[in-house]
């Protein structure tokens, strides 16, 4: 647009291996107070999947969906060496340990993060871990 001062996000070199629209393979909590306890979106629920688009400039969307309902979230994403983290718009950031195991392909985890194991209304903490296939 004519006149507009605003410029689009620079690129984040840091963030350029992970580039790109990716699905979750895997995506698993296990509960720290009791390993044999976890979570499994694609094993414990029929329609569940998650998928994030990251940009140059680690501004990424991610969807969570299950149960026919989408969950998305909009957020920043940085990396160090070792550790990415996520700081989603509103919410507290969350950090973990990723590899790549190819190209291709990303894991990230475990992470230290929170589930409702039970299904009592109260989170427990948990660790998560998924494994991402670049599309």
């Known amino acids: 647009c004519e006149g507009s001062s605003t410029e689009p996000p620079a690129p984040d070199p840091s963030v350029e291996p992970f580039v790109g629209r990716w699905e979750a393979s895997e995506f698993r909590i296990v509960s720290v107070a009791d390993t044999t306890i976890d979570f499994d979106l694609f094993d414990d629920v029929d329609d569940g999947s998650f998928s994030i688009v990251i940009e140059p400039s680690g501004t990424y969307t991610a969807t969570l ?15 160090t060496e070792d ?4 700081r ?4 507290p950031p969350a950090s973990g340990p990723y590899n790549f195991e190819s190209a291709s392909v990303l894991v990230v985890g475990p992470s230290a993060t ?8 109260v989170d427990d903490p948990g660790l998560l871990t998924f494994r991402l296939i670049r599309q």
């Open 65 to 79: 969906a299950f149960g026919g309902t989408a969950f998305p979230e909009i957020g920043t994403l940085t990396a």
């Open 114 to 121: 929170e589930f409702d194991f039970n299904f009592d209304d």
């Open 83 to 86: 550790v990415i983290t996520l």
């Open 88 to 91: 989603p718009n509103g919410r």
